[in-house]
């Protein structure tokens, strides 16, 4: 039946996903068709169908001369410029659902953060803190209805997991803190407050995240001057002048959406 090979599909997808994700299969590890259908007691199709999947999520690569190989970490660069393009959407997202009340979802918000909070000392918490995360990020992303937006997101957010979690930041605390913040924010409909909040919060995340890459990790080693972070453990020059032009514009957009209104 056509619905059950689209099951069996997704199914051997989210296993191979979640080996990738779990570091089952660590970064820049060979994967075969044949080898993976047998570890996973089915046919090749399926696999090949997921690797392909697994290819446009730029999860893994294709290997020549045959098979694939999952993708090596990002380098301090390439996680520099996925958290400009986080600065880019996530503090827009957050003033822009943090307005109506309608379709507000600060209490939703809430409520995940204080379930996270409730239960600190899991047996998996880079799992949970992860899990956390994400839903919470894409909690807000889905209330502004921009598809194109979440789409962005979902596709760097497993690459963000890889970084094998938040080593500066013990059982999620400072990120669980962080997003109370945005999230009350956004409940008491104060989108300055929200975009602000959310923007502490990326900028943080590239100092926790800056920490897995002490050494040069990432697929070319040591990253080159232009790929620092900096001193403040905030983007680099350039990330931020990047960031400060998008902000300045948006901020005129803004005050010629107030004078139209008006």
């Known amino acids: ?16 996903k979640a080996m990738i994700l779990d570091g089952t299969v660590p970064p820049g590890e060979r994967i075969t068709i044949d080898r ?26 294709t290997r020549q001369p045959r098979g694939y190989a999952t993708t090596p970490l ?61 839903r919470f990020h894409l909690r807000i992303l889905e209330a502004t209805g921009n598809t194109f937006l979440l789409d962005a997101y979902r596709q760097m957010r497993p690459h963000l997991h890889l ?9 999620g605390i400072d990120t669980s803190h962080e997003h109370g913040e945005i999230a009350r924010a956004i409940a008491e409909c104060d989108p300055d407050a929200a975009e602000a909040a959310m923007r502490e919060h990326i900028l ?9 890459t002490e050494g040069g990790a990432g697929s070319d080693g040591e990253a080159g001057s232009d790929g620092e972070a900096g001193s403040d453990g905030g983007p680099s020059d350039a ?17 010629t959406d107030s004078e139209e209104a008006s």
């Open 204 to 212: 943080h995340a590239l100092t926790r995240f800056s920490a897995s």
């Open 163 to 171: 970084f094998r979690l938040y080593p500066g930041d013990p059982h």
């Open 1 to 16: 039946m056509p619905g059950r090979d689209t099951d069996a599909d997704s199914s051997v997808y989210a296993r191979i």
């Open 36 to 61: 993976m259908a047998r570890e996973l007691g089915v046919s090749q199709t399926p696999v090949r169908e997921a690797m392909q999947r697994l290819e446009g999520d730029k999860l893994v690569r």
């Open 239 to 255: 990330g931020r002048g990047f960031t400060d032009a998008f902000a300045s514009v948006l901020g005129r957009s803004r005050d």
């Open 74 to 134: 990002l380098t301090r660069r390439d996680l520099e410029m996925m958290i400009e393009v986080r600065l880019l959407i996530e503090p827009w997202a957050a003033r822009m659902v943090a307005v109506d009340r309608a379709s507000n979802p600060g209490r939703e918000l809430l409520t995940e953060v204080e379930s996270f909070a409730a239960d600190p000392d899991g047996s998996d918490w880079k799992q949970e803190l992860f899990q956390h995360d994400s």
